[in-house]
């Protein structure tokens, strides 16, 4: 890789000394970006691979629970702003793949991880959509706790990542002011619908606090990723500031935080919030949730389906650069 100083052992395997490891530290001390030419250590690598790929992961799974209400959206209206939405979380998708094929991963890989099992996506979208109103919380909800933990990213020391972010966290906002939109005219409109709205907030509240990864405390990578300026914020922090910030919008609305412990703490300044069922966390992370399957199972179909595609467009680009050499020659 060009820049790359590691010092080839008699075993021929890169040696990261500690006068490099020092020197990189001082650069993300400093706020440096690091861009995808220059030496990194392999640690600092391989957790950029397993973030930023099962980030994209979640935004292409997360198409799935959405998809499903397209061909039932209550308007003309409603239709076309979901789907511009899925559409935005396909480029999303696309957008962190290509960031994370930066660090030396492919694509095919990736999906080889995600399709065989190997590596996560977001619990969220395990969670099935059961009426309209659900389009609304996942708005409201998930694509807000996207942005209070993707904003942070934009200042990710990962150049690649960091300003793929900023295109991604201007979209989110629209996700989440749609689904809030829909969870206002259903909370302001009959019974019925205020009642489906509450059911809505009531089944993706905690999922929704699931988003932020476990508490500090039990978080694998957070202290090494927040040493290399990779998370910019805890995860407790992040969830703390979402309940924050969502607690008064529920009030808005009229609906009830499902959460017979959450009180204002005048002290502290935040609302303090009951226990989160970590066991659930577990299940669903391992495959036991709601949708696991359907989920895996749909991005297995897709993969296969989308075989002659892939197939079509490289034999395009072989013969182009078939062509190509020829005229050169
Ligand atoms: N679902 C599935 N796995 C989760 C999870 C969740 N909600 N929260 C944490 N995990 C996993 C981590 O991936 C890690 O497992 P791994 O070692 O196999 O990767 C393990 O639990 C320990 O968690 P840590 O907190 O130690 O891990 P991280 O430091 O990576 O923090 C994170 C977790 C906060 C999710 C971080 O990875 C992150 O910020 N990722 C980028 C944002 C992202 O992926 N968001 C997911 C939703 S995308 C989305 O919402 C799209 C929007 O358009 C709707």
């Known amino acids: 890789m060009a820049g790359d100083k590691t010092t080839a052992a008699p075993d021929g395997v890169a040696q990261e000394t500690d006068e490099m490891l020092a020197a990189f530290q001082a650069r993300i001390d400093a706020d440096e970006r690091i861009e995808p030419d220059e030496w990194m250590p392999a640690q600092y690598r391989k957790t950029l691979i397993r973030q930023i790929s099962q980030h994209a992961h979640s935004e292409i799974v997360g198409m799935l629970p959405e998809g499903n209400w397209v061909t039932r959206a209550p308007t003309l209206q ?40 190997a590596a996560k996506y977001s619990t969220i979208f395990n969670y099935p959509t059961l009426n309209w109103a659900d389009i609304g919380a996942i708005g409201w909800l998930v694509d807000g706790a996207a942005i209070m933990n993707q ?30 939109e829909i969870m206002v005219k259903m909370a302001q409109g009959t019974p019925e619908q205020k009642r489906m709205a509450q059911d809505a907030l ?10 932020f990864g476990p508490s500090d405390k039990d978080s694998k990578h957070s202290a090494q990723s927040m040493k290399w300026g990779i998370k910019r914020v805890s995860n407790d922090e992040l969830r703390q500031k979402f309940i924050d910030v969502t607690v008064p919008q ?16 005048e002290e502290s300044g935040h609302y303090r919030h009951g226990p989160i069922d970590w066991d659930e966390f577990r299940r669903v992370v391992s495959g036991d949730g709601i949708c696991n399957r359907e989920r895996m199972e749909a991005r297995r ?25 020829q005229a050169a020659e």
Request: glycine share 8%.
């Open 151 to 180: 904003v942070p990213l934009c200042r990710c020391s990962y150049g690649p990542y960091a300003r793929a972010m900023i295109r991604i966290c201007k979209e989110e906002s629209f996700h989440q002011r749609q689904g809030y």
């Open 301 to 325: 179909n897709a993969h296969e389906n989308g075989a002659w595609v892939r197939e079509a467009a490289l034999a395009y680009a072989e013969k182009r650069r078939q062509r190509a050499a």
């Open 250 to 265: 529920a009030e808005y609305l009229g609906l009830s935080i499902p959460d017979d412990q959450l009180e204002w703490d």
């Open 202 to 211: 009531n089944r993706f509240w905690w999922p929704a606090l699931m988003m």
């Open 78 to 117: 409603a239709k076309a702003i979901l789907l511009a939405k899925i559409q935005d979380e396909g480029g999303h998708g696309l957008y962190l793949y290509a960031a994370a094929e930066t660090l030396g991963i492919s694509r095919a890989e990736m999906i080889d991880q995600l399709l065989s099992g």
